[in-house]
Nanobody, 114 residues
Framework: QVQFVESGGGLVQPGGSLRLSCAVS????????MAWYRQTPGHEREMIAD???????NYAESVKGRFIISRDNVNTMVHLQMNSLQPEDTAVYYC????????WGRGTQVTVSS
């Protein structure tokens, strides 16, 4: 069974940076497009960045130019470098298949506040 374990969240001031990581197990990782999602209370989970098996990337407009998604096929991990963080980036961040899935990790909380 696929498993996603997100880490790296925390409290950061506006303008700061964080690097999230997601350890993925239970799948032939290198063949799958992966994505980062985020969710705030009362809102649907939204995909903010995805990366294909050939490392083509796409970003939501809200994070384009500030966030960078990457993958490590050797260690089966997905990373999200987040720069120039703003209060509106406060959310729980998850990773999953780029097509979504039925199984989700616990996510990692990112709070941007002064």
């Amino acid at each position: 069974q696929v498993q996603f374990v997100e880490s790296g969240g925390g409290l950061v001031q506006p303008g700061g940076s964080l690097r999230l990581s997601c350890a993925v197990s239970g799948i032939f990782f290198k063949f799958y497009s992966m994505a980062w999602y985020r969710q705030t209370p009362g809102h649907e989970r939204e995909m903010i960045a995805d990366i294909s098996s050939t490392e083509t990337t796409n970003y939501a407009e809200s994070v384009k130019g500030r966030f960078i998604i990457s993958r490590d096929n050797v260690n089966t991990m997905v990373h999200l470098q987040m720069n120039s963080l703003q209060p509106e980036d406060t959310a729980v961040y998850y990773c999953n298949y780029a097509t979504g899935g039925n199984f989700w990790g616990r996510g990692t909380q990112v709070t941007v506040s002064s």
